[in-house]
């Protein structure tokens, strides 16, 4: 799996540290993702799996440490750089976050209309080959109201894609659906991975998602990431915090 | 006590911020022209009626209350003037913007607050999308112009209520009640041909609608996540866009009528 990985660091952790008020979140997160590599963080709710994907796409800044994306410390990245930076990553929230009152298309036709002078047409061809792409074609026309949880995660997955970006960026892909559209999911992203060669940063709670889709998997704890290993590596690992983590989830 | 100033004077200076910020985007306006109108048609067309509705009835119950006092002194004659007065200049402006902050502006409050609960906000931001010019200078713009032509419509059905009063239970003609009434607005001061009292009414609106604008995208901008952050920001609106409306309103009467 690792094969697919060459060793050029993309986006990079040093020595992290996020705190809001009293609560600490991150302390001294180190985090390394190659290029062409699919990375999960695994953890439990409110360990501040979030608060990291932030930091990657410069929505948070770090207290202390350096976050660097493609070369890019995003403390202190300039505007037009940020832009630039961003319209190469793309963001998959866990809710998805469609704007309501746009049709599904409207919502993935959205980036292109907004920040490029792309023809009509052309962003329309687009935008339907990318619903293609994660397999919810008829979506188009629906509002998100009309759309299952399901459905919505590839639109939001859609919306991410449409600029063609290099980085992705999924929180929680998989919560809240139910375990066959989890898989459904998982291998799609799998799929994109190895077909876009995008690189890819996952953060999930879920032992399927990272058996189906990680090169490499790590756990945040306490603010920092232990036990970086293959997938295989990981869930067989007789670490006890690891343990007693992963047995919380296998039931 | 100074902690609650304190958190007051942040919370001002947050929305003349964004006042200060939405005015450096006016030119959104032109080339955001379909949301613009979209603003319009959600400011306007869905609470027209309520302006009509209660704007007659307001005019219904100047005419009535006035109405029966002057009768008591054989001034009914002068109903006409007092109901177009009492619109035009006070009763037209402030039930419309005090409509408006309860209807629109809860709306916008309810709408943006929700996006910012449900990362729809960091989205747009991911995307590089400039949500100043994309939700609020729309939406400022809608009310700004919305508010003072509704106005005109209440002021107009407030005097239309009061005449039906004025035949029906005071026994004052209908031409006299007209009469009377456009006379007292033919004063001196013109702008654009306007009476001062009614452009004076017409620009209290417009402060309005401003102030409920700012107000509202300023809550919704503000929201916190779970469903009480939503309600309480739609709350927080309506209560501060009206507080802030009756206050406006006495310095610009004051600016109009006094100084
Ligand atoms: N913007 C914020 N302000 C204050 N606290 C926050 C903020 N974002 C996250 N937190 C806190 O940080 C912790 C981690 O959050 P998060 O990263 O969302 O967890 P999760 O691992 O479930 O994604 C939580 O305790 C949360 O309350
Ligand atoms: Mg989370």
């Known amino acids: ?251 | 006590m100074l902690k609650m100033l304190r958190e007051f004077l942040a919370d001002v200076g947050f929305h003349l911020e964004l006042f200060a910020q939405v005015l450096a985007r006016l030119g959104a306006v032109v080339t955001r022209r379909e949301l613009v109108l979209d603003q319009l048609y959600q400011a306007g067309i869905r609470v027209t009626h309520v302006v009509l509705l209660v704007g007659l009835f307001i005019g219904m119950i100047v005419s009535l209350q006035t109405g029966l006092e002057l009768a008591r002194f054989g001034q009914q004659d002068q109903i006409g003037t007092i109901v177009a007065l009492s619109m035009c200049r006070e009763m037209g402006p402030f039930i419309t913007a005090t409509i408006m902050a309860a209807t629109v502006g809860s709306a916008i409050a309810a709408e943006l607050g929700t996006m910012a609960v449900s990362d729809e906000l960091t989205a747009l931001e991911v995307m590089s999308i400039d949500r100043l010019r994309y939700l609020i200078v729309p939406r400022v713009v809608g009310l700004a112009v919305m508010c003072p032509l509704l106005t005109v419509l209440c002021n107009l059905i407030g005097v239309v209520g009061g005449g039906f009063i004025a035949e029906s239970q005071l026994n004052v003609g209908l031409s006299l009640y007209y009469d009377s009434a456009i006379d007292s607005l033919t004063g001196t001061y013109f702008v654009f041909d306007l009476p001062k009292d009614v452009y004076s009414g017409l620009f209290k609106s417009f402060v309005f609608g401003v102030i409920i604008a700012v107000i509202a995208c300023g809550a919704g901008l503000q929201a916190t996540s779970g469903a009480m952050g939503v309600g309480s920001a739609t709350r927080k609106a309506v209560r501060d866009s009206i507080i802030a409306i009756i206050i406006a309103n006495y310095f610009l009467s004051w600016i109009f009528f006094q100084a």
Not at chain 1, 2 to 25: E, I, N, P, W
Not at chain 1, 104 to 128: F, H, K, S, W, Y
Request: proline residues 5%.
């Open chain 1, 1 to 251: 799996m690792s094969a697919r990985g060459s060793h050029k660091t993309l986006l990079q952790f040093q020595g992290v540290h996020k705190a809001f008020g009293q609560r600490k979140v991150l302390q001294g997160l180190d985090l390394e993702v190659y290029e062409g590599e699919t990375f999960c963080i695994m953890g439990p709710s409110g360990c501040g799996k979030s608060v990291t994907l932030r930091h990657a796409i410069g929505l948070m800044k770090p207290d202390q440490g350096v976050v660097t994306v493609e070369g890019h410390d995003m403390s202190s990245i300039t505007k037009p750089d940020l832009r630039k930076l961003r319209s190469r990553m793309g963001y998959v929230f866990q809710e998805a976050a469609l704007l309501n009152w746009l049709s599904a298309g409207d919502n993935v036709a959205l980036p292109l209309r907004e920040t490029t002078q792309m023809p009509d047409l052309e962003i329309v061809e687009r935008v339907r080959a990318k619903l293609e792409l994660v397999r919810v074609p008829d979506a188009f026309d629906k509002l998100p109201s009309e759309l299952s949880g399901g459905m919505k995660k590839r639109v939001g997955l859609a919306r991410a894609l449409i600029t063609d970006p290099e980085i992705i960026l999924y929180d929680e892909p998989t919560a809240g659906l139910d375990p066959e559209i989890s898989s459904s999911i998982n291998h799609l992203i799998r799929e994109l991975g190895e077909r876009l060669k995008v690189t890819s940063l996952v953060v999930t709670h879920h032992i399927g998602c990272i058996k189906t889709v990680a090169d490499r998997v790590g756990l945040l704890d306490g603010g920092r990431l232990h036990y970086v290993s293959t997938p295989t590596e990981f869930l067989a690992s007789q670490e006890p915090r690891l343990v007693r983590f992963l047995g919380d989830r296998l039931d």
